[in-house]
């Protein structure tokens, strides 16, 4: 009986979710939870529509803490612990302290350990978790993702800045910085459109304004009606409070626009401009205003972002709260 039961959970887990399939190459794989916690996908989807649906702001913060766990020792949650008596975890980097949304994953985590307790991994659940707070928008999933990965111990404050991009990166920098993480230009593009949601602080970008070379000077690629709007946003260079939306009017809407955006010289970082400074990048930027390629890009740059140095089988553990090491 608890055998005819269980099947049945998990054939009611599967429709529900909208995820069948068989492994795939690599160590990561579809269903991986599908004996052990076969509503794990389905609890992490709910649990995010919930919040979603009351915060529309969600899946870019999601989304951004993946894209932040996953270049800093691969997708392995270290950028969810907290700090120790003797050890300063990545979340004190500057780069991570407007990260957000650690209480929607713990809620997560809550909820799926009620259901299977130690089985389910925190590094899936923020992939996971990133996925389905963008496809909110859309009632479908935006692309697929494999499941499999471990928690990492280790968080170190020392390790983000050397693997994080910063905003102020020109095009050889990112590209150099994305190949490290065996990601090619074609991905730094795409998931570059991540920008499409999301806002940014005027700290980020105000020396494309007001000192671009060190000499009190405006960034000459910056669209000037666009940098007079921003200047009026951002009066001050060292504002680190006051926020923009990096897509102007699409904060909360997925979609191509920032291609389009950025082809008007409306990029709100530098490292947004730098697209354009590369004719293999700007060629990619002028497909990618394509909605619909978009799309079927973005997809496939984030199966293989989510995929970056994870930890499987053996290593590393399963946490049983995101914030500590068991």
């Known amino acids: 009986m608890k055998i005819e039961t269980n099947i049945i959970l998990l054939l009611v887990c599967i429709v529900v979710t909208g995820f069948l399939g068989v492994c795939q190459g690599g160590n990561l794989r579809k269903n991986f939870y599908k004996t052990s916690c076969p509503c794990a996908e389905k609890i992490i989807h709910d649990v995010t529509w919930k919040h979603v ?52 994953i713990d809620d997560i985590k809550a909820q799926v350990e009620k259901e299977c307790k130690g089985v389910v991994s925190c590094a899936d659940i923020v992939s996971l978790a990133a996925r389905d707070s963008v496809s909110f928008q859309f009632q479908k999933p935006m692309w697929e993702v494999l ?4 928690d990492g ?64 000077d405006q960034d000459p690629s910056l669209n000037p009606t666009y940098a007079e709007f921003l200047k009026k946003k951002c009066p001050s260079p060292t504002d680190a409070i006051t926020t923009v939306e990096m897509d102007p009017g699409s904060s909360q809407k997925f979609g191509s626009s920032y291609y389009a955006i950025l082809l008007q010289n409306k990029g709100l970082f530098q490292s947004d401009a730098a697209l354009l400074t590369s004719k293999q990048a700007r060629n990619t930027v002028k497909e990618l205003v394509s909605q619909t390629d978009f799309f079927t890009e973005f997809a496939q740059s984030m199966k293989r972002m989510g995929a970056i140095e994870v930890l499987t089988g053996t290593a590393g553990e399963i946490r049983k709260q995101c914030g500590k090491v068991n």
């Open 53 to 104: 649906s009351s915060n529309p702001n969600l899946p870019a913060k999601l989304l951004r803490m993946h894209f932040h766990d996953c270049f800093v020792r691969g997708c392995d949650a270290s950028i969810l612990l907290n700090s120790t008596a003797d050890n300063t975890a990545e979340k004190e980097s500057p780069p991570n302290q407007s990260l957000s949304g650690f209480d929607v």
């Open 147 to 150: 499941t499999g990965r471990r």
């Open 153 to 216: 111990t280790v968080s170190r404050i020392a390790e983000v800045l050397s693997n994080l991009p910063p905003a102020i990166f020109n095009f050889d920098q990112l590209k150099n910085n994305f190949a490290r993480k065996n990601l090619t230009v074609h991905d730094l593009v795409v998931l570059s459109g991540g920008h499409t949601i999301g806002i940014g602080h005027c700290i980020g970008f105000t020396n494309r304004l007001y000192n671009f070379t060190g000499r009190g």
